[in-house]
């Protein structure tokens, strides 16, 4: 059950780091302190690893394996991870629907910022879609560690007794 604790970390991780990808939006890397300049509208390179990452997030949470865990943590389980699968194919689905406007080159920092920025006001490019893949994903990891948590509170009281 670690181990699988262990994954959906990874998956976890993986989706969060998408946070750490909108910052470069508009940007460019430069020598100097901050290490950023501003290169507005050209981030097709950028929407483009994001699609990557979520492909990659789908891929992970394919693979999680459910057949070891028993008990009433068995059907929450298969349901989160089947509820964050459709998440992440319905981003990856509004992601291809405009590519029109993100899938070129000069991918525009509105429309990306309203893919991928979750401060952004405007959310119609994905947003919406991302920001309900973090829920869900939030979710896998909750119910994960509870799960964990219950069966090593279960090891700990059968070891006392």
Partial sequence: MVEFL?????VHTLVKSIDELA?????KIKNDDDGFDDEADKNGSLIAGVFSIVRAVGDGLSKLD???I?????????ST?????????AFLAKLKGQDANLGKNDASSNDVKAAILKSNATKDKGLEELIALNTAIDALLKSATDMV?????????????
């Fill in 6 to 10: 262990g994954k959906v970390k990874e």
């Fill in 23 to 27: 910052k470069a939006i508009g940007k």
């Fill in 66 to 68: 459910t057949s070891n």
């Fill in 70 to 78: 028993s008990g009433n943590f068995k059907a929450t389980i298969s």
């Fill in 81 to 89: 991870i089947n509820n964050a699968k459709t998440k992440s194919e």
């Fill in 149 to 161: 948590e219950a069966s090593i509170g279960e090891l700990t009281v059968k070891s006392i007794v």
